[in-house]
């Protein structure tokens, strides 16, 4: 499974961007798909989430700004971030969890940096 982030980039505080998330290859019953997001030096934290049945999670410091979405027939997730802050400044990383026959398993793509700035 390979997944493909893009939609990065430079923007200023209050502005929008629309993150997108594509996943390919042997994909099978996907349970949730997500977002994290990485500063150096920081652990990776969870910022949204989307599973199966369309129930959404966010992190507190994101609720009300950024919205999740999947588009199942895709099999991609889509991250609309507005009203960004110079503190949402970080590598954006997409995941997908899925069932297979030894278990669940997980798959990350390549990061997208978002940059805001002040």
């Known amino acids: 499974v390979q997944l493909q982030a893009s939609g990065g980039g430079l923007v200023q505080a209050g502005g929008s961007l629309r993150l997108s998330c594509e996943a390919s290859?042997?994909?099978?019953?996907?349970?949730?798909m997500g977002w994290h997001r990485q500063t150096p030096g920081k652990q990776r934290e969870l910022v949204a989430s989307?599973?199966?049945?369309?129930?959404?999670n966010y992190v507190d410091s994101v609720r009300g700004r950024f919205t999740v979405s999947r588009d199942s027939a895709k099999n991609a997730a889509y991250l609309q971030m507005s009203s960004l802050k110079p503190e949402d400044t970080a590598v954006y990383y997409c995941?997908?969890?899925?069932?297979?026959?030894?278990?669940?398993?997980?798959?990350w793509g390549k990061g997208t940096q978002v940059t805001v700035s002040s």
């Open positions: 989307i599973a199966h049945g369309g129930s959404t």
């Open positions: 995941n997908l969890n899925q069932r297979e026959f030894l278990g669940a398993r997980t798959y």
């Open positions: 290859g042997n994909i099978g019953n996907i349970n949730v």
